[in-house]
């Protein structure tokens, strides 16, 4: 298993924000949404936990020392969720099901 | 009466409380003469009041000066009632009067700033050049208002953030936009401060210019605990 490559936004500090403009959010999470898929498949990994999301180098970018906020890496999987390519394992949204491809596809 | 000097502790007991009875009384004595002030302020609230009534159901009978003395009358007074003045003419000479005098006394200062300035920034100096007859900030908001209509050289202008400015007429927002990124272009990114050194704007309009280029889509930004930084728009370009 080799190396993953990170997409370019990975190294870019902004893209560890939030953005508030509307048309770069959209495609900020564009970027988060494909690079949370890439990654998953690419380390053959399904379940995602959210209390360690956050220090995995997914979310976490220590050569720039950027982070994803807690509350950015829901609004990520919300993103995910919506094109059914998550699913939640438990109700306190703790744990989650992330599917290369989405039902409908497989 | 006879004047007893007395020495001592006593004596000096007897002087102090003889000056409290004196401070007492001049404080009485000013604050019986204020209430007598406001009972006959009250009178002519109550009048103006009635005046502003009458007016709104004469609308159109009474002539336009008319309501402009009124209005003079009303701000002598402290009685502001836009609610029911603004329907009759939008102003009144004396903050006419006054936004003409700012504009002319802030295109200088403008100019010499980069056209643009804090309302806060404008309150001080037309303040401390005045010493006396000061400025409230109601006047000066009120004034600035209507420069847009007066087609003066100096206008007002309300960021999305509340924060109020005075440009000068030609001066103009997107050549300060596209500066603004050409700037944090050349030297990768740019926090608020840092624009502000590099153009010697204050930090508060530079910040505005920040958040006006994002809000178009040029920028993006970075929060971080070190502060908030901003970029070029990568994700549109790439």
Known sequence: ?106 | PQKSIRTGIGGIEERLQQKHKDTDKDITQAFQDLSKLMNKAEEMVKLSKNLTQKIKDKRGEITDDETVQLKSYLLSLGVADPVTRETHGSGDTFYKELARQVSDVMTQPLQECGGIMPLSDVYCRMNRARGVEMLSPDDLVNACRLMSIMRLECRLQTFESGVMVLHLQEHSEDESLQDTVCRVESTGSLSADELARLIGLSVILSRERLLAAERKGELCRDDTAEGLRFYRNLFMTQ
């Open chain 1, 1 to 106: 298993m080799g190396n993953f490559e990170f997409p370019w936004q990975y190294n870019f500090p902004p893209f560890f924000t939030l953005q508030p403009n509307a048309d770069t959010r959209r495609k900020q999470l564009d970027a988060w949404r494909s690079l949370v898929l890439d990654y998953h498949r690419h380390n053959k990994q399904y379940t995602l936990d959210i209390a360690e999301a956050q220090s995995s180098d997914l979310f976490f970018n220590k050569s720039i020392n950027r982070k994803l906020s807690l509350e950015s890496i829901n609004t990520v999987l919300e993103e995910l969720r919506k094109t059914e390519n998550l699913e939640w394992k438990d109700k306190s949204k703790k744990q989650c099901m992330i599917m290369w491809r989405s039902p409908a596809e497989w």
